[in-house]
């Protein structure tokens, strides 16, 4: 049995990775929040800022690491960059599969 993250889970501490055996090796969800595209740039920014406050919250944070939750808070410049290296990561595992949609 091993975790799919690139980090040991603070859940089961004791799982070790897939990256412990296969190296390099990472498959994780993720969520995030976007805006309309158009949306203006200080209506992102502020709620940009309202996000990030409330992931830093202590209690958010408790439930978040009782759940084996990792927070990632940043900028929505972070956040674009995070989708386009999980596109580009996919991308190449779905081409080497050889899946196609039919």
């Known amino acids: 049995m091993a975790v799919t ?3 040991r889970s603070s859940v089961l501490p004791g799982v070790p990775t897939v990256g412990d055996f296969v190296p390099g090796y990472e498959a994780s969800t993720w969520a995030g929040i976007g805006a ?6 200080e209506i992102v920014t502020t709620l ?3 996000i990030n406050v409330w992931l830093a919250d202590p209690k958010v944070a408790a439930r978040f690491a009782e759940l084996g939750v ?9 956040f674009g ?3 386009v ?18």
């Open 70 to 78: 990792t927070a990632m808070p940043g900028s929505p410049s972070d």
């Open 36 to 41: 309309p595209r158009g949306t203006p740039p």
């Open 85 to 102: 290296d999980e596109v580009e990561k996919w991308a190449k595992v779905v081409k080497f599969s050889g899946a196609r949609a039919e």
């Open 81 to 83: 960059m995070l989708i």
């Open 5 to 7: 993250t690139a980090a």
């Open 48 to 50: 940009n800022e309202a």
